[in-house]
T-cell receptor, first 113, second 112 residues
Framework: NAGVTQTPKFQVLKTGQSMTLQCAQD?????MYWYRQDPGMGLRLIYY???????DKGEVPNGYNVSRLNKREFSLRLESAAPSQTSVYFC????????????FGSGTRLTVV | SQKIEQNSEALNIQEGKTATLTCNYT??????LQWYRQDPGRGPVFLLL?????KEKRKERLKVTFDTTLKQSLFHITASQPADSATYLC???????????FGKGTMLLVSP
């Protein structure tokens, strides 16, 4: 099915470990986004990439890095995981011709112990 | 500071009634406003978009209104069904920006 694919779906990390969350879209969208969702906080933007080759910080970028590998793929890296990064992470994409809605992936549930 | 406010309390209604959800915002000049549906354990799904110069938008049983004077959007689901039970998110894009900012969402529970 066309859409946004995120891997893994679940992950448990120990404090200080690193990991990369993967996101790929097959809709030829230009823009891609990483959000985190916490109870009572809603969705908050971590980083985004308006087009291939560009990345920008969102509302809560500290502790994260991103890579726009190509037009399809946008990864989120936690270099040294902290318990405060326990959250559900969503990747989304958006076409250049708009305005339209975002297409979201199904999320990665990350627990840092 | 910029705020997007949705009712944090769940809205409980009976099947067949019209559900009305509210989204209020402050310190935004939104180019357009969007509504999403989110089911537990799933990503948000786009429902409707309304531009700043539009007052109302409809799609099947859904209707969105946008009042830039009141800084408010209302989201209506007519003839609600138990399958409409979900959390509904409001989101804004400011003029000149390409990112969406989301409200915290309102849970809707439709009982048979």
């Amino acid at each position: 099915n066309a859409g946004v694919t995120q891997t893994p779906k679940f992950q448990v990390l120990k404090t200080g470990q690193s990991m990369t969350l993967q996101c790929a879209q097959d809709m030829n969208h230009n823009s891609m986004y990483w959000y985190r969702q916490d109870p009572g906080m809603g969705l908050r933007l971590i980083y985004y990439s308006a087009s291939e080759g560009t990345t920008d910080k969102g509302e809560v970028p500290n502790g994260y890095n991103v890579s726009r590998l190509n037009k399809r793929e946008f990864s989120l890296r936690l270099e040294s995981a902290a318990p405060s990064q326990t959250s559900v992470y969503f990747c989304a994409s958006y076409p250049s011709s708009g305005p339209r809605g975002y297409t979201f992936g199904s999320g990665t549930r990350l627990t840092v112990v | 500071s910029q705020k997007i406010e949705q009712n944090s309390e769940a809205l409980n209604i009976q099947e067949g009634k019209t559900a009305t959800l509210t989204c209020n915002y402050t310190n935004y000049s939104p180019a357009y406003l969007q509504w999403y549906r989110q089911d537990p354990g799933r990503g948000p799904v786009f429902l409707l978009l309304i531009r700043e110069n539009e007052k109302e938008k409809r799609k099947e049983r859904l209707k969105v209104t946008f009042d830039t004077t009141l800084k408010q959007s209302l989201f209506h689901i007519t003839a609600s069904q138990p399958a409409d039970s979900a959390t509904y998110l409001c989101a804004l894009t400011n003029s000149g920006y390409s990112t969406l900012t989301f409200g915290k969402g309102t849970m809707l529970l439709v009982s048979p």
